[in-house]
């Protein structure tokens, strides 16, 4: 800008100084164009509102969330353009625009651009998605800005950021093993504690029973105190433990393949699906990063509304790289496991190496089931049975982009 | 509307910029043939309808011609620009006469007789330069780039031939450099409009707003430089005329430092070198020019050819925003397509009152405009008005009358008084109340003391906690702070 | 100025009883809990907004001490239960019993004024349903029969954030039938010194409290909060403020309309406790935080970045305009 002042000037004197008035109209014209832009600048994005706003936080793979790009020229003068380049996640998709390369390597842009009238206001409606599960991420946003003689003339960054989830793709699931029905109610085939909606007859009073367990009317028939019994409670618990390393070797140095880890968080999220349309109380245990300063990612069991929402939520955020060794999960996992829980061990690899810390499972009560998945599944399912283990064989019946169905069989 | 005019005018504006931007190739090329008819003492034989022709046969000749030809078209394309140069050459009468009278023998003769002509050859491959549609605001860009020291070397070259060529030539040139100046840049924001919103949602057309200020500057800008052209060269002249000899005179007494004199053994050694070229080009400065201040021009002289250059601008600008407009105004109109509604929703939005950004003049104009507050309620609002520029004492938008009394109060700007006051408006606005006249009095009284209290404290440097010791307050109405203690004070009066 | 209706004509006597109750039940708590005077006061608007509290806070806080003070000196009906997982709904709501006279019909600790659910979290869902069932609807049906709670019936539950084994957390459907959520925390140094010098003596602190405010008393008092005067610009901050929650971008969902009235109420009796027949602002926004935050639900995103529901709450109220709004 100053090169191009100071060259109008010199035009502006040059011309007057050789009587040439073309020089000088040149110089002035150059110098108020400069001018125009100088108090376009000044002005800057200062009354320009600029909102980013999405209808929800997450969404399932393949599905996509409404957006609104909401731009406010609150001035008396027209802006001639106004360009927004909202910085997005690497595999961020938008129905309604192709997004652009960014500045930085792993960043995309999604960019628009807008002439507004004094005062106008417009809303733009887009569908976000993305290619692949993970937390995306929209914003900050680079507003620029031009004078009314389309000349860029303003910039700057705003830091606004907008996150969401992309939940792994689920599919419909064969049940992992048949349920216990008792009465209209699915239950666990064991249980150690009583389950005090579960009136199974009364025994003669005890010391040490509850006073509140006496059975009055069978009390009052017999003359002598009863105490109420109880079926031992068999409300399904699962537990599933994601084992998030694909490949044998130390966690920390072994690699991963993209597709293997894809399939296996598939399968995850469909059981998940699959445990929450039969109202069991589950939870979620891996050994992967999610953000947060923990290694061990934890959803505890719950069979609660919203539970499944809180398991994709996770399974969303996990990396696909193992922040510790299984063997370690499943020893936290053996703190806080009750007695009777299921515990669904998902993996793609050799159970052998962290059998000892599924003995000891099995040993506090808890029933381990394997489900190997993969393409090694059914070796693998087989090396758990030699093993001593339940085992199961999760097979999807294509690429776990366009599988239909998730069967999982002994 | 039918869909077949629709796409017409769509097709139209997206055309503009290019045709745009081959009036001022047409216009600069008009300049160049202008000044090379001046250096061969002739009348300019080629005018800026036969460059801006030329340039849309170029145009033409590439978007029809070139793609069919493939690589044979950059030698075609040589020889159609030698063929239209040839065709403006012989534009003029007399080298017609020429050649016809003396055949290949007067073919210098016929050359100095229109060497302008072969300007049309020039503006044939600016068209070709300029073809693509949607125009490039890179080409356009690098044409103004050029041309704006381009066209002021070439004027100041015009300058330089004697009259009445001189004069000839800057009456033509003038306007031919508006008309270049306007079209370029009008074609410059229209393109990088074009292209800004290809793939991003921006269409220029949807803003005669924008367009309407950009003819206005356009036209402001063009006026106010053929203005300044007519008065800044004498003053400028003037100031130097008076400030050389007596910084020479100042440096002589004083004394020149080695750079100081070597910069001016090279200036004067450029002005000697200037003078000597003028001499030899036969060109003198006018005399108008050397004695400032004397408006007198001549018939010959440039500075009479600016009101026919403003005028010439006025009607390009005209046309070209009128033109501009209509087919904005015809796009508009077209039924659009379904997605297109979905997709965007525009609207006027003046906003809330509160939320618009307001100067501190317009305030003031406000506040001097309205009558004196005749109740507690107005007073505190005027207060809280006036209060609103100054950001260290103003109420902020989630902050409670209480709340806002407590904090000056404690920050030690504020007083008691403020609390009462605030407790006064809630009584009344909250709770229903009616104040009595002597109430409402006290409260106008406190609001009024406060007001000078505060923009002092602002002003100057507050003593923190001095402002609560000096500030007179009512026995009566003390009460536990925060706890709105006029409410307090009211109950027990009941 | 013309749309304001005149006070009523008994603005004194509200302002009377309503601060009088009020400390009086605070000096009456204070003999046994140090420090709990906001704590003491959002029950005492729960009691007045005839709602009922949810105590959260970690253990050691003096839950459980504070709800049996303020159950003490209140010359009510106490009742109270411990949340375990063996706790039926009948242990609640009581059942019927077969004598030979036929079935009699026992009433569970549901039938009291002051019900104090000792971690509420530890109940089963079935349970804790059956609780907040009669919460809702002040009545229990059992065996075909409605049976009325008494009046004043308010819940005083208690539950510890901070574990999650063993425990059924509340679902959020159950935990909006709560008018307010209080948190005590943690006592300031002179306060702990007086807690720690407190229990040297041998008599519980417990002991000290008498009864002070009867059920007439406060009925009479809680009667008077409905006719608590809320002007138009403040019903219009009032609702601005509860629908900003549904707008915020840390929040999933935001307060219903159920928070709405729940707000009002609460803003009417915290006005009344203030000594006021109107409610102002800073009533408003003196009770929406313990009145909306357990209400609403963070983004899980936003929350492991540090949003709370709090702060939410606090962001609002700092940026929703507060009346006076600046006149065009």
Request: contains cysteine; glycine residues 10%.
């Amino acid at each position: 800008m100053a090169v191009r002042v100071i060259a109008a000037l010199v035009l502006v004197v040059v011309g007057s100084a050789l009587d040439v008035p073309i020089a000088i109209v040149l110089g002035v014209v150059t110098l108020m164009l400069e001018v125009v832009n100088a108090v376009w600048a000044r002005l800057g994005l200062r009354d320009v509102r600029y909102t980013r706003r999405l209808a929800g936080r997450r969404t399932p793979w393949g599905g996509e969330i409404p957006m609104t790009v909401e731009v406010w020229n609150r001035r008396r003068l027209p802006i001639a353009w106004l360009r927004a380049d909202d910085e997005a996640t690497a595999g961020v998709t938008v129905r309604e625009r192709q997004l652009v390369d960014g500045t930085e390597p792993g960043i995309e842009v999604l960019r628009n651009a807008w002439t507004l009238r004094p005062w106008e206001r417009v809303v733009r409606r887009f569908h976000v998605g993305a290619d692949r599960r993970g937390v995306f991420m929209l914003g900050p946003v680079d507003l620029t800005m031009g004078d009314p003689f389309a000349r860029r003339v303003a910039f700057e960054q705003r830091p606004e950021t907008d996150t969401f989830l992309v939940w792994p793709r689920t599919v419909p699931t064969t049940e992992i093993e048949p349920p216990d029905r008792w009465g209209d109610l699915d239950r666990a085939r064991r249980g150690l504690a009583e389950d005090p909606s579960r009136f199974a007859g009364v025994r003669p009073y005890a010391p040490g029973d509850s006073m509140r367990r006496l059975h009055a009317r069978t009390s009052a028939r017999l003359g002598r105190p009863m105490t109420k019994r109880f079926e031992p409670s068999r409300e399904r618990e699962v537990l599933i433990a994601l084992d998030v390393q694909t490949i044998d070797g130390p966690a920390w140095e072994a690699g991963f393949g993209s597709d293997e880890v894809e399939s296996l968080y598939v399968v995850a999220a469909s059981i998940v699906r699959s445990l929450e349309a039969r109202h069991v109380a589950f939870g979620l245990l891996a050994a992967g990063y999610t953000g947060a300063e923990t290694r061990f990612a934890t959803v505890p069991v719950s069979s609660s509304p919203g539970q499944a929402q809180r398991a994709l939520d996770l399974l969303a955020r996990l990396s696909s790289h193992a922040s510790a060794p299984f063997e370690r999960l499943l020893t936290m996992a053996a703190r806080t496991v009750h007695p009777g829980t299921t515990v669904l061990v998902l993996t793609a690899r050799d159970p052998r190496p962290f059998a000892g810390a599924l003995r000891r499972l099995e040993r506090l009560g808890a029933a381990v089931v394997i489900v190997a998945c993969g393409r090694d599944a059914a070796r693998e399912a087989a090396r758990a049975r030699a093993a001593g283990f339940t085992s199961r064989r999760a097979a999807m019946d294509a690429h776990w982009e366009s599988a239909e169905r998730l069967v999982i069989a002994p | 509307m039918s869909r077949a005019p629709s796409r017409a005018v769509t097709r139209a504006t997206v055309l503009l910029p290019t045709l745009l931007a081959l009036v001022a190739e047409a216009a600069w090329t008009a300049v160049v043939a202008g000044l090379l008819a001046a250096f061969a003492f002739r009348d300019p034989a080629v005018g800026i309808g036969a460059t801006l022709l030329a340039a849309l046969a170029g145009l033409v000749a590439a978007r029809v011609i070139g793609p069919r030809l493939g690589d044979r078209w950059p030698w075609t394309a040589v020889l159609l620009a030698l063929a239209s140069g040839l065709l403006g050459w012989l534009a003029a009468a007399e080298v017609r006469s020429v050649v016809a009278a003396r055949g290949i023998d007067g073919a210098g003769e016929a050359l100095l007789a229109n060497p302008g002509g072969w300007m049309t050859g020039a503006a044939f491959v600016r068209g070709i330069a300029q073809s693509r549609i949607p125009a490039d605001p890179h080409a356009i860009g690098t044409a103004l780039g050029i041309g704006v020291p381009g066209l002021a070397l070439m004027a100041v070259l015009g300058g330089m031939v004697a009259d009445p060529a001189r004069s000839r030539f800057l009456a033509d040139a003038q306007a031919g450099v508006l008309v270049f100046l306007v079209a370029g840049i009008l074609a410059l924001a229209l393109s990088r409009q074009t292209l800004l919103g290809s793939g991003s949602g921006l269409d220029w057309r949807r803003n005669p707003a924008w367009l309407a200020l950009l003819a206005m500057l356009l036209a402001g800008v063009a006026v106010a430089a053929v203005s300044a052209s007519l008065v800044v060269g004498p003053v400028i002249v003037t100031v130097l005329g008076v400030a050389v000899p007596s910084l020479l005179l100042v440096g002589l007494v004083v004394g020149f430092d080695r750079r100081s004199l070597r910069i001016l053994v090279a200036s004067m050694a450029v002005a000697l070198l200037v003078a000597a070229v003028l001499r030899a080009m036969g060109a003198r400065p006018s005399p108008e020019a050397q004695i400032p201040g004397i408006g007198v021009t001549t018939p010959g002289d440039p500075n009479a050819v600016a009101p026919l250059a403003i005028g010439v601008l006025v009607i390009v600008l005209l046309a070209a925003t009128i033109a501009i407009l209509v087919l904005a105004r015809l796009w508009m109109r077209r039924p659009r397509a379904a997605e297109d509604d979905l997709l965007e929703t525009r609207w006027i939005d003046h906003g809330e009152v509160s939320e618009q950004p307001r100067t501190g003049r317009r305030r003031r104009g406000i506040r001097f405009g309205r009558p004196a507050p005749a109740d507690a309620v107005a007073a505190y609002r005027a207060l809280i008005e006036e209060l609103a520029s100054r950001p260290r004492v103003r109420r902020e938008p989630g902050e409670t009358p209480a709340e806002h009394a407590g904090r000056l109060r404690r920050s030690g700007v504020g007083a008691l008084s403020l609390d009462l006051l605030a407790a006064d408006y809630g009584l009344v606005r909250y709770g229903g109340v009616t104040l009595t006249g002597a109430e409402d009095r006290r409260a106008i009284g406190r609001a009024a003391r406060l007001r000078r209290r505060l923009v002092a404290a602002v002003g100057g440097a507050p003593t923190p906690g001095a402002g609560a010791a000096r500030e007179p307050e009512r026995p009566g109405d003390a009460g536990t702070p925060g706890e709105a203690p006029g409410a307090r004070a009211r109950y027990r009066v009941g | 100025m013309a749309d304001i209706a005149p006070a009523p004509a008994d603005a004194v006597a509200i302002d009377v009883a309503g601060r009088r109750l009020w400390d009086d039940l605070r000096r009456a708590v204070g003999r046994a809990v140090v420090g709990g005077d906001e704590t003491v006061r959002l029950v005492t608007i729960a009691l007045l907004a005839d709602g009922h509290v949810l105590l959260e806070d970690v253990p050691g806080t003096g839950k459980t001490l504070l709800a049996r003070a303020i159950a003490r000196a209140l010359d009510l009906a106490t009742a109270r239960i411990q949340g375990t997982p063996d706790l039926l709904p009948s242990d609640v709501t009581g059942a019927s019993l077969f004598e030979p006279a036929g079935l009699r019909f026992v009433q569970g600790p549901v039938f009291t004024n002051i019900l104090l659910v000792d971690e509420v979290n530890r109940a089963t869902p079935r349970t804790q349903s059956a609780l907040l069932e009669a919460m809702q609807e002040r009545q229990v049906s059992i065996e075909g029969t409605t049976h009325r709670l008494p009046d004043p019936f308010v819940v005083l539950a208690t539950q510890n954030p901070v574990e999650f084994e063993g425990t059924f957390a509340l679902p959020q459907a159950q935990l909006d039938r709560f008018l307010l959520r209080a948190r005590i925390g943690y006592p300031d140094d002179i306060g702990e010194r007086r807690i720690a010098r407190r229990h040297q003596d041998a008599a519980d602190p417990l002991d000290t409290i008498e009864p002070v405010i009867d059920r007439g008393r406060l009925l009479a008092v809680r009667d008077r909060v409905r006719t608590v005067r809320v002007a138009d610009e403040v019903e219009a901050y009032l609702v601005a403020v509860v629908r900003a929650t549904r707008e915020h971008r840390d929040v999933d969902l935001g307060g219903s309309p159920r928070a709405t009235v729940a707000l009002y109420r609460s803003a009417q009796a915290a006005a009344v406790l203030a000594g006021r027949a109107f409610v102002t602002p800073d009533d408003v926004k003196g009770v929406a935080g313990p009145v909306l935050a357990h209400r609403l639900v963070v983004d899980l995103d936003r929350s492991l970045h540090g949003a709370t529901a709090e702060a939410v709450v606090d962001s609002i109220l700092a940026a929703v305009p507060v009346p006076p709004i600046a006149e065009g």
